[in-house]
């Protein structure tokens, strides 16, 4: 009798109709929604025009307790349904694999999430809801590596406990994470694309992914790599992360790529691709990523060429260079008339070294493609001068000095937002009066997540708190938004950004420094759907 009660009871919940059930499904907590789309296949296919709408869903904590604060986060990201599709989990280095641990407990292994420590987080406090931008400060050994200190106002960044987890829902689109393995400092490169390549053929029929977020180990020459992403993909896909974050990750798929090598390899790199699905429901609008560079760097000073490469290690190339089309040769004196430094470490010092390469359209036409690649500049030792190592750089290379500059960060930080702004007015933002100028048969654009990569020494160091996330809190105060500091700072562009267009036009640019990197992800529904 009771069996018979309550195949009755869902039969009754069944006879509500298909918008009552939508109703009371739509406020179920994350979890119960879950369980009720496994309840029946009618309820499956309720459940599915509950969730059809794009969302990105963060939260930031820095409680002591690394338990309490992935239970926090983990609360709040999931106190409104969504369906994870990605998760990206940033966190104070000590705690990368404990975190692992804890997330992978709650999330599974099936969806690809990204571990990474870098030197700050960006997000909304999982408790408060308010913005925060908590930083630590960054210092160089002698070989010019860097290490973290967590010296902040903050009590829970003294004690080394700060989480922010991002999870990413996208109808339309599939979502994957692919692996670079290196094996006795030899990075598989050329492995890495065709990877790449062949999970976006088999994923979703395209030769490209729409976009990525790349993440770089520090060892990485992620110059190189940049290079050939930046050639060899399609110029529509979108290209944003961080250069030298520690990381992990895991999922099955990757896991199962993993296994096929045979020799010990380390993961020093990983991408996670975001995919047209070729099986995409009926109903369901697009997805589109849009990414903004706010440069702080200028160039400075004369051409030099370089005439020597004297010695060399992972972390630095000491060099020797002289003006170009001149016998003057670059001294101490004259870097340090041009940033005032003698022997010791700078944050806002850099060469950009232009590097040629021959791209070949068909059988017969060969252009020449330049990319400009900029090296921190550590100093002078005797007559070397003392810059990051990485890209091969060459004898007779040329380059230009560069220097950060408040005037350039301001200035670019005001395009942003500009451009956000214009972006705004296109979207459904609830203002009758833009309401009026959009044609009255147009789809209504809504930008529902960011993503910002932003430069270690933005924020707390320029006296300024929150000022590479500006743009973004301007324009979309109530979209999430989430991020992380970093020294390197990708997205896929050209010099442009620094005002320096040379008689062949601008170069190639992937990989910057003083700046700050956007994400915006934006729907617009299906006239279908509407």
């Known amino acids: 009798m009771a069996r018979k009660e309550g195949k009755m009871n869902v039969s009754s919940i069944d006879a509500l109709g298909d918008d009552l059930l939508r109703n009371v499904l739509s406020r179920l907590p994350s979890s119960s929604f879950a369980f009720a789309a496994c309840v029946s296949r009618y309820w499956n296919h309720v459940c599915d025009t509950v969730l059809c709408t794009p969302k990105l869903s963060s939260a930031l904590s820095s409680n002591p307790s690394l338990q309490e604060a992935v239970e926090e986060v ?22 990368l694999e404990e975190a692992r641990q ?60 700060v989480i922010c987890l991002t999870v990413g829902f996208l109808p339309g689109l599939k979502v994957a994470a692919v692996p670079l393995f290196q094996s006795k400092m030899v990075p598989f490169v050329d492995e890495f694309l065709e990877d790449i390549s062949e999970c976006v053929t088999s994923v979703s029929g395209c030769k490209a992914p729409i976009g990525m977020i790349l993440f770089t180990d520090e060892s990485m020459d992620s110059d190189n790599l940049l290079r050939k992403m930046d050639y ?49 429901p009926p109903g369901i ?22 005439t020597s490469v004297n010695e060399s290690s992972v972390y630095w190339t000491k ?6 089309n001149s016998d ?63 890209a091969d750089i060459e004898t007779g290379d040329c380059f230009r000095f560069f220097k950060a500059d408040s005037h350039m960060t301001s200035s670019s930080l005001r395009q942003v937002s500009d451009k956000f702004r214009d972006l705004k007015i296109s979207c459904d933002v ?31 160091p320029l006296g300024k708190a929150k000022l590479g996330s500006s743009p973004f809190l301007e324009n979309f105060p109530d979209v999430p938004l989430a991020g992380s500091f970093c020294i390197g700072e990708i997205c896929r562009g050209d010099s442009s950004s620094y005002g320096q267009l040379s008689e062949e036009g601008s170069h190639r640019c992937c990989l910057h420094y003083n700046s700050s990197v956007y994400l915006l992800m934006s729907y617009t529904p299906s006239s279908q759907g509407s």
């Open 328 to 390: 003057q040769n670059l001294d101490e004196q004259t870097v340090r008339n041009i940033f005032g430094i003698g022997n010791r470490l700078l944050f806002d010092a850099y060469i950009g070294i232009v590097k040629k390469r021959k791209d070949i359209a068909g059988f017969e036409e060969v252009n020449w493609l330049s990319s400009q690649i900029f090296h921190a500049v550590h100093g002078v030792d005797k007559e070397d001068l003392v810059v990051d190592s990485g």
């Open 232 to 280: 060899s993909m399609s110029p529509e896909t979108v290209i944003v992360g961080d250069r030298c974050g520690e990381f992990l990750c895991g999922n099955d798929s990757m896991n199962k790529r993993s296994k096929r090598k045979r020799q010990p390899l380390f993961m020093v790199a990983v991408a996670l691709l975001f995919m047209q699905d070729p099986n995409k």
């Open 319 to 324: 060099l020797t260079a002289r003006r170009e």
């Open 285 to 306: 609008g697009d997805i589109k990523l849009h990414a903004a560079l706010s440069a702080g760097l200028v160039p400075v000073g004369h051409k030099y060429e370089v």
């Open 102 to 161: 804890l997330i992978t407990k709650k999330l599974g292994s099936t969806i690809p999430i990204i571990y990474t420590a870098p030197t700050g987080l960006i997000g909304r406090d999982a408790v408060t809801n308010e913005f925060k931008e908590l930083q630590w400060q960054v210092y160089f050994d002698r070989n010019y590596s860097y290490s973290v200190s967590f010296d902040d106002d903050d009590s829970a960044v003294r004690q080394r406990r």
């Open 430 to 460: 609830g203002n009758s009066d833009r309401q009026r100028i959009r044609p009255a048969n147009s789809e209504k654009m809504t930008i529902f997540g960011g993503i910002i990569f932003s430069c270690t020494r933005r924020g707390k």
């Open 74 to 95: 983990f609360n709040k990201v999931f106190a409104e349904l969504i369906r994870p599709h990605f998760a990206i989990v940033t966190v104070t280095s000590p705690d």
